[in-house]
């Protein structure tokens, strides 16, 4: 990694440990990211998050916090007593918890390139890995023990070492966050990158070349994988892309 510009692995840190949920690594846990969602993007106060942005008493309209376990089964019920008495953060979680993770194709078609055969993927994921990427987008990772059935100890393919890098002034949001400061952001995972429209923390990148190109910047830790990808020749620059876009 050194030979690379990439430091060691960071992580942001709580008070439960290490932190690796959200742009900047800063949620130990989905719970704890969820009622930092519904406060940030939506204001709504949990028990996590209980207070408003704007305590001017004129403002405040509810009892807060606003979101919590229900005392008295909600109704219409549904086919679930827990779910029926669990707060709107944990059923959040839970949620997410048990999505499926993302299927990667081993051929498609495309509107820009037409169609994409399982050997162009192959060369795509090959020349990736060799120019560096995989450093940061660790491609394997297991899981831990979990109470979920069937999770533990698992092999799954995220691409990404879910750690904090220096992305450089070009990426800089301005934001810091525990030990992430406005230049540093978590490896997002590439998995599921082929279903996404909008690239990178703010969404300011629609195509995957100017995605990979924003990762050079001043004080980038990426800069080297980058001059590595575009020193590829055309037809392995356009297999990387393929490949991408294959998860």
């Given at each position: 990694?050194?030979?690379?510009?990439?430091?060691?692995?960071?992580?942001?840190?709580?008070?439960?440990?290490?932190?690796?949920?959200?742009?900047?690594?800063?949620?130990?846990?989905?719970?704890?990211?969820?009622?930092?969602?519904?406060?940030?993007?939506?204001?709504?106060?949990?028990?996590?998050?209980?207070?408003?942005?704007?305590?001017?008493?004129?403002?405040?309209?509810?009892?807060?916090?606003?979101?919590?376990?229900?005392?008295?089964?909600?109704?219409?019920?549904?086919?679930?007593?827990?779910?029926?008495?669990?707060?709107?953060?944990?059923?959040?979680?839970?949620?997410?918890?048990?999505?499926?993770?993302?299927?990667?194709?081993?051929?498609?078609?495309?509107?820009?390139?037409?169609?994409?055969?399982?050997?162009?993927?192959?060369?795509?994921?090959?020349?990736?890995?060799?120019?560096?990427?995989?450093?940061?987008?660790?491609?394997?990772?297991?899981?831990?023990?979990?109470?979920?059935?069937?999770?533990?100890?698992?092999?799954?393919?995220?691409?990404?070492?879910?750690?904090?890098?220096?992305?450089?002034?070009?990426?800089?949001?301005?934001?810091?966050?525990?030990?992430?400061?406005?230049?540093?952001?978590r490896?997002?995972?590439?998995?599921?990158?082929?279903?996404?429209?909008?690239?990178?923390?703010?969404?300011?990148a629609?195509?995957?070349?100017?995605?990979?190109?924003?990762?050079?910047?001043?004080?980038?830790?990426?800069?080297?994988?980058?001059?590595?990808?575009?020193?590829?020749?055309?037809v392995?620059?356009?297999?990387?892309?393929?490949?991408?876009?294959?998860?």
């Amino acid at each position: 990694m050194a030979r690379l510009g990439i430091t060691a692995s960071r992580f942001n840190r709580s008070a439960d440990g290490i932190s690796m949920i959200g742009w900047k690594g800063a949620a130990s846990s989905v719970e704890y990211f969820a009622a930092l969602a519904l406060s940030t993007e939506l204001d709504v106060t949990t028990q996590i998050f209980p207070r408003k942005d704007d305590e001017t008493p004129g403002c405040l309209f509810n009892p807060l916090p606003e979101d919590g376990p229900a005392l008295v089964r909600r109704t219409p019920n549904s086919s679930s007593l827990t779910a029926d008495y669990a707060s709107l953060q944990v059923l959040d979680a839970a949620a997410v918890r048990y999505l499926a993770p993302p299927t990667p194709v081993t051929s498609y078609t495309s509107s820009v390139v037409g169609n994409v055969s399982s050997a162009s993927i192959a060369n795509g994921q090959a020349k990736f890995i060799a120019a560096g990427c995989d450093a940061c987008h660790v491609q394997i990772q297991t899981t831990g023990s979990s109470s979920m059935t069937g999770q533990s100890n698992l092999q799954y393919f995220p691409w990404s070492d879910y750690a904090l890098h220096n992305m450089g002034t070009g990426l800089a949001d301005g934001l810091s966050q525990g030990a992430a400061g406005p230049q540093d952001f978590r490896t997002s995972a590439l998995w599921g990158i082929g279903q996404r429209l909008f690239l990178l923390h703010d969404g300011r990148a629609t195509d995957l070349n100017d995605a990979i190109q924003a990762h050079k910047s001043a004080g980038s830790e990426g800069n080297t994988t980058v001059d590595n990808f575009n020193n590829l020749s055309t037809v392995d620059q356009q297999s990387v892309l393929n490949f991408l876009r294959s998860l």
